[in-house]
């Protein structure tokens, strides 16, 4: 098959492009290697890519409407995911406007060249910043979700309802998925594993926020991308409506559907911290600091509507995932510049 990916030399996408050229699939990798990280990251994974004959990047900004649409044309793709995003929910503070351009301009571009391309099956990186500071746990995706905490969470809400606009009117059948805390190997280094292994290694202290009084429904990478990659095959129809409402998301008036993706094992930031100091065999200096701005005391995913859809739920064992990406960082850590 034939698939446009969005966020290519990101985290994610990453990951998925590879696994879906090991795959035997065609991959149009569209990126803008925005400085928001190390460049260098972004370059190496797309390098990686490369390897594939199959695969074939363009280097552009989702706000550049004209050299997006004309990637996607010339894609002819079947199934179009946008994973690329302005992350980072502490960014948001800083910079809200990148997120306002990339989030809700770039995802209405790439609704837009959907209903021209007419594809089978439109994919949405969501996030469950959404969620905000919900009190009740897990958190399903039939909750309540209009308080967000942050303007990243709120753009990313203001992208699924966009999205399920465009699939009434345009009959675009759209799956949003939600993502909760993905680490592993070349993950960001804004996110908290990677500031962690690098200052831990080089006997720096790592930051703790909330006093440790936080936790985090973690996600392996390659589980994420093993449940993407089965969603995508589900299609959101009358025909696949599940029997059970109360986990149910599919829309009565369009063919969109929003899915949780991770495993529904919270743990805490303190567990988290000792699992990393495992993995290194050497502990942290730990600096203890106040909760955050727009961060949320836990995250907790009901894995329920994604296991009825596709018979999968992450559940990697947190320690194996960290070793991973730890083995990973101290292969690639002077290449990198770390």
Avoid: C
């Avoid at 390897?51 to 997006?68: G, T, Y």
């Avoid at 980072?88 to 060249?113: D, Q």
């Avoid at 006093?211 to 009358?238: H, K, Q, W």
């Amino acid at each position: 098959m034939r698939y446009f990916i969005t966020g290519t030399a990101g985290f994610i996408g990453f990951h998925l492009a590879r696994r879906l050229l090991q795959e035997g699939h065609d991959v149009t990798g569209f990126d803008g290697l925005t400085p928001y990280y190390n460049i260098k990251l972004k370059e190496m994974r797309h390098a990686a890519l490369s390897q594939f004959p199959a695969f074939k990047p363009v280097i552009s900004m989702l706000e550049d409407r004209p050299a997006l649409e004309s990637a996607v044309l010339a894609a002819k793709p079947d199934i179009l995911i946008h994973l690329a995003a302005q992350a980072g929910v502490r960014y948001s503070l800083e910079n809200p406007e990148a997120y306002l351009r990339s989030n809700v301009e770039g995802s209405w571009n790439i609704m837009e060249i959907a209903r021209r391309v007419d594809v089978r099956h439109l994919m949405l990186a969501s996030t469950s910043s959404i969620y905000g500071a919900n009190e009740t746990v897990p958190f399903r995706e039939t909750d309540r979700a209009d308080e967000p905490l942050t303007i990243y969470a709120a753009t990313k809400k203001s992208m699924e309802l966009m999205a399920h606009s465009y699939a009434h009117l345009h009959k675009i059948p759209t799956t949003a998925f939600r993502f909760f805390t993905v680490y592993g190997p070349w993950g960001r280094p804004d996110m908290a594993l990677f500031k962690f292994t690098k200052n831990m290694l080089e006997d720096q202290p790592i930051e703790i926020y909330g006093e440790g009084n936080m936790s985090r429904d973690f996600t392996y990478i390659d589980d994420l991308i093993e449940a993407i990659v089965r969603l995508s095959a589900i299609t959101p129809s009358e025909e696949n409506r599940l029997d059970d409402a109360g986990i149910e998301t599919l829309s009565r008036q369009a063919p969109f559907r929003v899915v949780n993706i991770g495993g529904g094992q919270p743990v805490s930031l303190m567990n988290f911290v000792e699992t990393v100091e495992k993995a290194l065999g050497r502990p942290a200096i730990r600096k203890m600091l106040a909760m955050q701005k727009g961060d949320v005391p836990r995250t907790f995913a009901a894995p329920d509507l994604l296991v009825a859809l596709t018979g999968y739920k992450p559940d990697t064992p947190l320690d194996v995932g960290v070793k991973a990406f730890v083995d990973w960082y101290l292969d690639v850590r002077g290449e990198l510049g770390a």
